[in-house]
């Protein structure tokens, strides 16, 4: 463990484990620089097809320490502006425009920005006792690390502003009703299911996928015309790969093809 996380190699991807139990997992400024750092050397290992994130513990995320950035005697005079542009926006991009997939075992309590730290992965599974929370507006702050961009295009305009402004706590199978997240899974299987959908994903065109989500980000600025040229260029991109070259042989061929995972 290294400040407040974990990291360990499996055959073909990487666990990140939040290892703050004693706090649920609360997040402090070394903690979210590790983080981000632990991020991008799985991106530049060409060992590591896929990350699977999940916390240390009975909880996932509860949060930022609060503890760790105020004087608590007078909190206002923290400038969170600051340290939500130091600490968060940049995790949370690194997270959206990763070449990888990112899987996230929510295994408890994901609450304020531990909540959207989970729903910035690509995959979500969440354990049946897990559930979610915008505590922000409890404490009068508002959505951060990305929870004001990331819930209304999950959940919808109308469920969004109600998770945001009531703070309610949301179960792990009403998350996955409402498109929060991808599949409820029973507390004891979690980490196996997990581990299994990174495993299968460092058999597959790991740069095609980095192709996937960047289309996938995309889409949410670009009109029509613009994504449609953005689909001819990748798809370019994809059709020069080793990898489209073994999956068309594959294909003709009638066997599973064996993906390298590079161009």
């Not at 990888?100 to 992965?121: E, R, S």
């Amino acid at each position: 463990m290294s400040d407040g996380i974990g990291i360990e190699d499996r055959a073909g991807y990487r666990v990140i484990t939040l290892d703050r139990p004693e706090k649920l997992n609360a997040t402090t400024a070394p903690m979210l620089r590790a983080l981000r750092a632990a991020f991008e050397a799985a991106a530049c290992d060409r060992a590591c097809r896929a990350v699977l994130l999940t916390g240390a513990g009975r909880g996932f995320c509860a949060g930022q320490d609060l503890g760790a950035v105020s004087d608590m005697s007078d909190p206002a005079q923290a400038d969170l502006g600051a340290l939500v542009e130091e600490l968060y926006n940049p995790l949370i991009r690194a997270l959206r425009r990763h070449p990888l997939p990112i899987v996230c075992a929510v295994n408890g309590i994901a609450a304020g920005a531990g909540a959207n730290l989970a729903l910035a992965c690509d995959i979500v599974l969440a354990a049946r006792s897990a559930s979610f929370v915008q505590a922000f507006a409890k404490i009068a702050l508002i959505p951060d690390a990305g929870g004001t961009w990331i819930l209304p295009r999950l959940v919808g305009d109308a469920r969004a502003r109600a998770l945001a402004l009531l703070a309610e706590k949301i179960p792990a199978e009403q998350a996955a009703a409402w498109g929060m997240i991808w599949r409820v899974v029973e507390d004891a299987a979690l980490i196996g299911e997990a581990e299994a959908l990174c495993a299968y994903f460092a058999t597959q065109p790991t740069t095609t996928l980095g192709l996937i989500k960047q289309a996938l980000l995309a889409s949410s600025a670009n009109d029509l015309d613009a994504q449609l040229a953005l689909e001819r260029d990748l798809q370019r991109a994809a059709g020069q790969s080793g990898d489209y070259a073994e999956g068309a042989r594959a294909f003709l061929e009638k066997r599973p093809p064996r993906f390298s995972g590079r161009t």
